[in-house]
């Protein structure tokens, strides 16, 4: 039986991964800080062999039981998912917040992909979801941007370096998305939601599994009108493109 495991699994796109996977005959391996979540997911998954991992990754000590069970071996499939960001200016946010970012969306993911890359066979897959904003960076997510631009570098690398053995990695990058994470980052509940250009967590999944059947190259931006904005600011600059979204957050 395959095996997959997935960071941020009890919610938003980690849990549409972990539930199209088991569909797809996978067992996986739900890794989150919520065991509740987590457990009440794994008995609603099709299938067997699935497990259930807590662990806060942004602690370097609690992600080791994650790290040495990818080190074992016999995974085929790494989903790093886990992610968190935050509304505000940087100066004004808390170090000990950007301090568990910065673990979370870098620190955590390089230490598995590190695990999962040495085990790694022929035909493995490593995905590695960043955002959109790893293109565009956006004022009042400085950090968080530019953690996400650092995994769609990272990855990119990887690609290349793993190409010879077999081994495909690819960076995906939503852009808005309906799930919780605009409630975590301190967004104002009361501000104008993007419909027109939101994906579901299901729909960014969908495209992902389409990608590793391909498994052409290593970036895949989800949604036309993110492809659309990425390249858009490959035309104007990433200044030029930053001005815009500040422009468009202060309107809503």
Request: glycine share 8%; proline share 3%; hydrophobic share 45%.
């Amino acid at each position: 039986m395959r095996r997959a495991m997935v960071t941020g699994a009890s919610m938003g796109i980690g849990n549409a991964f972990a539930r199209r996977l088991a569909q797809d005959g996978w067992a996986v391996t739900l890794v989150a800080r919520s065991r509740e979540r987590l457990e009440t997911l794994a008995a609603e998954l099709p299938g067997q062999g699935h497990e259930v991992l807590q662990c806060d990754l942004s602690r370097p000590t609690a992600r080791v039981d994650a790290v040495e069970r990818i080190a074992a071996g016999d995974w085929q499939l790494l989903v790093n998912n886990a992610g968190f960001g935050q509304v505000g200016a940087f100066h004004e946010t808390s170090m000990d917040r950007l301090r568990d970012m910065m673990e979370v969306n870098c620190e955590a993911l390089v230490e598995l992909s590190h695990a999962f890359l040495r085990q790694a066979d022929r035909g493995a897959m490593l995905v590695n979801v960043a955002s959109a904003l790893g293109y565009l960076s956006n004022p009042n997510m400085a950090l968080y941007s530019a953690t996400k631009a650092f995994v769609v570098a990272f990855s990119e690398c990887l690609w290349y370096e793993n190409r010879d053995r077999d081994v495909f990695v690819l960076c995906v990058a939503p852009g808005a998305t309906m799930t919780e994470f605009g409630r975590h980052a301190g967004r104002d509940p009361d501000a104008k939601r993007t419909k027109l250009i939101e994906q579901t967590p299901e729909q960014v999944v969908d495209e992902t599994m389409h990608a590793l059947v391909r498994r052409r190259g290593p970036h895949l931006v989800t949604g036309a009108p993110n492809r659309f904005g990425v390249g858009l600011g490959r035309v104007i600059g990433r200044v030029g493109t930053m001005r815009l979204m500040a422009r468009r957050d202060r309107r809503r």
